[in-house]
């Protein structure tokens, strides 16, 4: 069996349990019906559950309290979706995963509630856990809460880097370390609370591995946005809302100054309110599209990263199904 079968594998026997607990909680005051109807919306609309399920697979492979790692990843899946629902409002997104963005079907404020109840209801589930070690709870609702505040921290960076006069590799780096890592990190640290390892070494390199992957992940995106293949209409959706992306950078980096500033000076208008004209759209698209090979390769160098440090952080169980998220990573396939 592959490694992607084995991860596979390991995911479907904890998709039923995580799955549940994604459920809103009762909420028996007027509004809370149609607060869960609207979470439970958002919720249905999938995504490949990757952030709920990471934790409890690592967990049984590695040794350890596996009820509250499936509690973990239903956690972090539920922060992460709060941030979505609310980066969908800040974009003007009406996709997301092929369907209509919760704020396009109830409005701008009824979206905001619903993710402001995601992402207080994390702390709650981990509380909640059944048996659970008080002092891993605790240490899990902290890793939760500062991986959440990052993460919001990055999309601040991410919002203040549109419209920026020459936005470069490293800025958007930073940028996708702070706002895709965080949760990530949470994921691999937290099955190392919930497989009861202290040791400073190991919990250090599942926070590379974190970053790793988080950078990892944001490639990937940028790649499927360029090649149309991201849950969102059309290629270059990124590029329509006026945000610089790895590929587009890499498409430009060796043209003359005067080209890069016109490209600059394209998202800028974006940014500030203005359209973009079917030409210019795809004179853009056409710089991203020929940074995609370059894009590819570092999405590549970061995969292997990652394997490296899964191997510092856990054992050969719990690793090789980090080689089996990388092996799925890998598939650019939406």
């Not at 998709?15 to 607060?35: C, F, K, M």
């Not at 990124?238 to 890499?250: C, M, S």
Request: overall charge negative; charged content about 20%.
């Amino acid at each position: 069996m592959s490694a992607y079968d084995r991860l596979e594998a390991a995911f479907a026997r904890h998709a039923q349990a995580v799955e549940r607990l994604l459920a809103p909680p009762d909420i028996v005051v007027p509004g809370g019906a149609h607060l869960a109807a609207m979470w439970r919306a958002h919720v249905a609309t999938g995504g490949k559950r990757l952030r709920a399920l990471l934790p409890a697979a690592l967990v049984e492979a590695e040794g350890g309290d596996v009820p509250l790692a499936q509690r973990l990843g239903a956690a972090i899946e539920l922060a992460h979706n709060a941030t979505l629902v609310h980066d969908d409002i800040q974009d003007r997104d009406t996709l997301r995963r092929g369907q209509p963005t919760l704020w396009t079907l109830h409005g701008e404020g009824q979206a905001i509630n619903t993710g402001d109840a995601m992402l207080v209801r994390p702390a709650a589930l981990l509380c909640e856990a059944p048996g659970a070690a008080a002092e891993r709870v605790v240490a899990l609702v902290r890793l939760v809460a500062e991986a959440t505040a990052t993460t919001i921290a990055g999309q601040v960076a991410d919002l203040a880097l549109n419209g920026d006069e020459a936005p470069t590799a490293a800025a958007l780096e930073a940028v996708a370390i702070a706002k895709t890592a965080p949760l990530f990190t949470a994921c691999v640290e937290g099955a190392l609370v919930c497989a009861g390892v202290h040791e400073g070494a190991r919990r250090e390199a599942a926070r590379r591995l974190g970053a790793h992957l988080g950078l990892a992940f944001q490639l990937r995106d940028d790649l499927l946005d360029v090649r149309g293949v991201k849950g969102r209409d059309a290629a270059g959706a990124d590029i329509r809302e006026g945000k610089p992306t790895f590929p587009l950078l890499a498409g430009i980096r060796r043209a003359p100054p005067e080209a890069q500033r016109a490209v600059f000076l394209a998202l800028r208008g974006v940014a500030q309110g203005d359209a973009l004209g079917d030409a210019t759209f795809a004179a853009l698209l056409a710089r991203a599209q020929a940074g995609d090979a370059e894009t590819a390769g570092r999405f590549g160098s970061e995969l292997e990263a990652a394997w490296r440090e899964a191997n510092a952080t856990f054992g050969a169980a719990a690793a090789g199904l980090i080689a089996g998220l990388c092996d799925r990573l890998a598939k650019i396939d939406g």
